[in-house]
């Protein structure tokens, strides 16, 4: 998994770098997922193994020890370059990997400054404007509690750089009631720059339907809201999250194209799908970019944004993910308009989107570039 096959047609290096300093939107990243390696070696110099290690369930620690990318971190984290723990060779490794990192966030401090670490990235990348995934089930049981994590995802997303908003990932595998409790836990402590939630996890296990209770709730509060569908399960998901939980946008979705008249139901009620496409690969919902559904969707007039999902775990960032859209045969105007759909399908008002398309506009008029 570590390196992601696409077909060979060539991108001009000039289109690289007009996407690299163009202003772009992420509608699907997670925020753990989205920390720079360097800042997770800073925590493990914080953190001796023994520290941490304490706390991780014996059924844990094995499957930790059956990894030969997680195993040398159980050691000596620091005499192991970090970019070898972020190599896998199955979906349960990636998975493994990803839980095993959760045990190093112990204090509103490192809350705080992974959050600072990633919003830098963005920044670094010209994300201007990002609406950031937080499973904060994650924090909460090591540890930090609630109104430390929402004090930290309002004053951080205050700071200069790329306007963050918030979507809670309220984390199916914990069940129904469950997520209720934890969304009214948040509510409780009034996050300014919260604007919806959506659902991670287990599809299998936990399909949209078992939800509607908990989307009704984050509706009459007027949250907005998104839900992982699509991905594991077939279209059925999809119609179940647009039906039952009155989703606005689909985290992923991406199988709705096994069903036709799905597809045309999302294309005339301008339903969003949040597109991963190197997340897919990796996850093996895809075999590879050739055959990823993007171009069907797109050309079925169904609106899509791209974006990242994992991208240190992935190994890709958005810039990437639309280079891998040109090698499906997306076209470089295509490209651009589906980058602004990343501001079209955002959860802010109407005139906040209408800034960031003019940013956009003007650095296409800049680049002498028009779609
Ligand atoms: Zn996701």
């Given at each position: 998994?570590?390196?992601?096959?696409?077909s060979?047609?060539p991108?001009s290096?000039?289109?690289?770098?007009?996407?690299?300093?163009m202003?772009?939107?992420?509608?699907?990243?997670?925020?753990?997922?989205?920390?720079?390696?360097?800042?997770?070696s800073?925590l493990?110099?914080?953190?001796?193994?023994?520290?941490v290690?304490?706390d991780?369930?014996?059924?844990?620690?094995?499957?930790?020890?059956?990894?030969?990318n997680?195993?040398?971190?159980?050691?000596?984290?620091?005499?192991v370059?970090?970019?070898?723990l972020?190599?896998?060779?199955?979906?349960d490794?990636?998975?493994?990997?990803?839980?095993f990192?959760s045990?190093f966030?112990?204090t509103a401090?490192?809350?705080r400054?992974?959050i600072?670490?990633?919003?830098?990235?963005l920044?670094?990348q010209?994300?201007?404007?990002?609406?950031?995934t937080?499973?904060?089930?994650?924090y909460?049981?090591q540890?930090?509690?609630?109104?430390?994590?929402?004090?930290a995802?309002?004053e951080?997303?205050?700071?200069?750089?790329?306007?963050?908003m918030?979507?809670?990932?309220?984390v199916?595998n914990?069940?129904?009631?469950?997520?209720?409790?934890?969304?009214d836990?948040?509510?409780?402590?009034?996050?300014?720059?919260?604007?919806?939630?959506t659902?991670g996890?287990?599809?299998?296990?936990?399909p949209?339907?078992q939800?509607e209770?908990?989307?009704?709730?984050?509706?009459?509060?007027?949250?907005?809201?998104?839900?992982?569908?699509?991905?594991a399960l077939?279209?059925?998901s999809?119609?179940?999250?647009l039906?039952?939980?009155?989703?606005?946008?689909v985290?992923?979705?991406?199988?709705?194209?096994?069903?036709?008249t799905?597809?045309t139901?999302?294309a005339?009620?301008?339903?969003?799908?949040?597109?991963?496409?190197?997340?897919n690969?990796?996850?093996?919902?895809?075999?590879?970019?050739?055959?990823?559904?993007?171009?069907?969707?797109?050309?079925a007039g169904?609106?899509?944004s791209l974006?990242?999902?994992?991208?240190?775990?992935f190994?890709t960032t958005?810039?990437?993910?639309?280079?891998?859209?040109?090698?499906?045969?997306?076209d470089?105007?295509?490209i651009?308009?589906i980058?602004?759909?990343?501001?079209q399908?955002?959860f802010?008002?109407k005139?906040?989107?209408a800034?960031?398309?003019?940013q956009l506009?003007?650095?296409?008029?800049?680049?002498?570039?028009s779609?």
């Amino acid at each position: 998994m570590t390196s992601c096959t696409s077909s060979n047609t060539p991108v001009s290096p000039d289109f690289r770098e007009f996407l690299a300093g163009m202003p772009k939107a992420e509608l699907h990243l997670h925020l753990r997922g989205a920390m720079p390696p360097g800042f997770f070696s800073y925590l493990l110099e914080k953190y001796p193994p023994k520290l941490v290690l304490g706390d991780v369930p014996k059924r844990f620690l094995d499957i930790f020890n059956r990894y030969d990318n997680i195993r040398p971190f159980l050691k000596s984290p620091t005499a192991v370059p970090i970019q070898t723990l972020f190599k896998y060779c199955s979906f349960d490794q990636f998975l493994a990997t990803y839980l095993f990192t959760s045990y190093f966030f112990r204090t509103a401090a490192d809350f705080r400054n992974l959050i600072k670490a990633v919003r830098s990235e963005l920044t670094s990348q010209n994300i201007v404007y990002a609406e950031i995934t937080v499973s904060l089930i994650e924090y909460l049981n090591q540890g930090i509690t609630m109104e430390e994590l929402t004090l930290a995802l309002d004053e951080t997303a205050d700071e200069p750089g790329v306007e963050v908003m918030w979507i809670a990932d309220l984390v199916r595998n914990t069940g129904p009631l469950k997520t209720l409790e934890t969304l009214d836990r948040l509510l409780a402590c009034c996050p300014r720059r919260l604007v919806g939630i959506t659902l991670g996890g287990n599809e299998h296990q936990f399909p949209p339907a078992q939800f509607e209770s908990l989307y009704a709730r984050a509706r009459e509060e007027g949250l907005h809201l998104s839900v992982h569908a699509g991905e594991a399960l077939g279209p059925l998901s999809v119609w179940d999250a647009l039906e039952i939980l009155k989703v606005e946008r689909v985290g992923h979705g991406i199988r709705a194209v096994e069903d036709p008249t799905l597809i045309t139901h999302l294309a005339e009620h301008k339903i969003p799908l949040e597109i991963c496409p190197t997340s897919n690969i990796q996850t093996q919902v895809c075999r590879d970019y050739e055959s990823h559904p993007l171009p069907s969707l797109h050309a079925a007039g169904v609106p899509i944004s791209l974006n990242t999902d994992d991208p240190t775990f992935f190994h890709t960032t958005l810039v990437d993910e639309c280079l891998h859209a040109c090698t499906m045969g997306i076209d470089e105007s295509d490209i651009v308009a589906i980058l602004a759909g990343g501001f079209q399908h955002a959860f802010i008002p109407k005139d906040r989107k209408a800034i960031f398309l003019q940013q956009l506009k003007n650095y296409c008029g800049q680049h002498n570039f028009s779609n």
